[in-house]
């Protein structure tokens, strides 16, 4: 089994619709982040948390909020899809204090029509 | 914003060959990681260097850093066609916090047999 999980992996949706993407971990790691990644563009980071009680804002947080329901899972949701958040987002997890190697997950291709 | 800009954005090359990946930053760092993401896939951590660090290596990869240029580079050498993905690098510094990444745009590989 996969250390970082995302589900779903694909996801077709509408325009208005509420999307959940979830990320769970076995790694025993603090830190967990959300990125976005569009061609062309990289890795863009939408959230991140160090602990349970610890959320933090990315440099592209509009339009997505998250929830850290326990050490081990880390949900990114958008409220009212909209077509320029088609995507590929991705589940990262990282441990220690400093930063040091981040764990990625497969990631989750999101398509809002 | 990206911190990191990686040159060229695509190399082709064939199997037996060195490739070099360059990497340009823009504001003083911690560290510099290299990734390494096959099509569609997770990120995967290739090497850390610390910015008191010139050289690193492992395997067949080797990675330098000069911080009074603000780069890095990433040799692969003896590439094989395994070695076919998209290459990032990723950068920790105090403005954007120790415990974030901030990754460049990517460099794709492709290596023919």
């Known amino acids: 089994d996969a250390d970082v999980t995302q589900t779903p992996r694909n996801r077709i949706t509408k325009t208005g619709k509420r999307i959940m993407l979830e990320c769970s971990q076995t790694k025993g790691h603090d830190r967990m982040y959300w990125y976005r990644q569009d061609p062309g563009l990289g890795l863009r980071l939408i959230y991140y948390?160090?602990?349970?009680?610890?959320?933090n804002k990315g440099e592209i947080s509009d339009g997505y909020s998250v929830s850290r329901q326990a050490q081990a899972k880390f949900s990114l949701s958008l409220e009212s899809a909209i077509p320029n958040q088609t995507a590929l987002y991705f589940c990262?997890?990282?441990?220690?204090?400093?930063?040091?190697?981040?764990?990625f997950g497969e990631g989750s291709r999101l398509t809002v029509l | 914003s990206q911190q990191g800009e990686e040159d060229p954005q695509a190399l082709s090359i064939q199997e037996g060959e060195n490739a070099t990946m360059n990497c340009s930053y823009k504001?003083?760092?911690?560290?510099l990681q290299w990734y390494r993401q096959n099509s569609g896939r997770g990120l995967v951590h290739l090497i850390l260097?610390?910015?008191?660090?010139r050289e690193k290596h492992s395997g067949r990869l080797r990675v330098t850093l000069d911080t009074s240029k603000k780069s890095s580079s990433l040799l692969i050498t003896a590439s094989r066609a395994a070695d076919t993905a998209s290459y990032f690098c990723?950068?920790?510094?105090?403005?954007?916090?120790?415990?974030?990444?901030?990754f460049g745009t990517g460099t794709r590989l492709l290596v023919s047999p």
């Open positions: 990723a950068t920790a510094s105090m403005n954007t916090g120790f415990q974030k990444l901030v």
């Open positions: 260097i610390r910015s008191n660090e």
């Open positions: 948390s160090f602990d349970v009680k610890d959320i």
């Open positions: 504001t003083s760092i911690n560290n």
């Open positions: 990262a997890t990282a441990g220690g204090k400093s930063t040091g190697e981040l764990f």
